[in-house]
């Protein structure tokens, strides 16, 4: 059993609707959630960062964490086509910053 | 604030030829990242410092790859003899603290 995994994709949704990227993890000792988006050849940028459990908002975005459940999301609301991007999600144990990436789950959002 | 900088950001080569990548990180970032992404696949960390220290080189195959970083500053990572497997991306990252941020890539290709 892979420490992360994602669901692939691809995934394709109309303009405006409301997407959710899903994680889940086996490895207790992950502290910290990521999510990161990576444009076609470009280098992944960090979307959201989230230490407890519970939901983070920024803007479109809301990260939740369920460590109960070792499940992690991401919802992107009014989503754009400029949002249609990899979204990978990422973990960290906290002792070196260290991060273990899932496979990463590809978005395209049509106009 | 500048990005982190790598180069070249394509190659191409036949397998078991030589390849060394560049990166710059961010100034005054103290921890620097190298990680393989193969197509489909999240980023693989490869090798980690702390400064001009290794922290973490675990996953870097040590027969074929190798990594310094001379003066905690600028990472070259070197691949000696290539094999048509390590057809990837590889990515550098730079830190303070937990938040990552990745650089362009290089495109590897062997053939």
């Known amino acids: 059993q892979k420490e992360v995994e994602q669901d692939p994709g691809p995934l394709s949704v109309p303009e405006g609707a409301i997407v959710s990227l899903n994680c889940t993890y086996s490895?207790?000792?992950?502290?910290?959630f990521m999510w990161y988006r990576q444009y076609s050849r470009k280098g992944p940028e960090l979307l959201m960062y989230?230490?407890?459990?519970g939901n983070k908002e920024d803007g479109r975005f809301t990260a939740q964490v369920d460590k109960s459940s070792k499940y992690i999301s991401l919802f992107i609301r009014d989503s754009q086509p400029s949002d249609s991007a990899t979204y990978l999600c990422?973990?960290?144990?906290?002792?070196?910053?260290?991060?273990?990436f899932g496979k990463g789950t590809l978005l395209t959002v049509n106009p | 604030e500048a990005g982190v900088a790598q180069s070249p950001r394509y190659k191409i080569i036949e397998k078991r030829q030589s390849v060394a990548f560049w990166c710059n990180p961010i100034s005054g970032h103290a921890t620097l990242y190298w990680y393989q992404q193969i197509l489909g696949q999240g980023p693989k960390l490869l090798i980690q410092f702390q400064n001009n220290g290794v922290v973490d080189d675990s996953q870097l195959p040590k027969d074929r790859f190798s990594a310094e970083r001379l003066k905690g500053v600028d990472s070259t990572l070197k691949i000696q003899p290539a094999k048509l497997e390590d057809s990837a991306v590889y990515l550098c990252a730079s830190s303070l603290g937990s938040e990552q941020y990745f650089g362009p890539g290089t495109r590897l290709t062997v053939t």
């Open positions: 989230t230490y407890s459990s």
């Open positions: 990422a973990m960290d144990r906290g002792s070196n910053y260290k991060l273990t």
């Open positions: 490895n207790s000792a992950f502290q910290y």
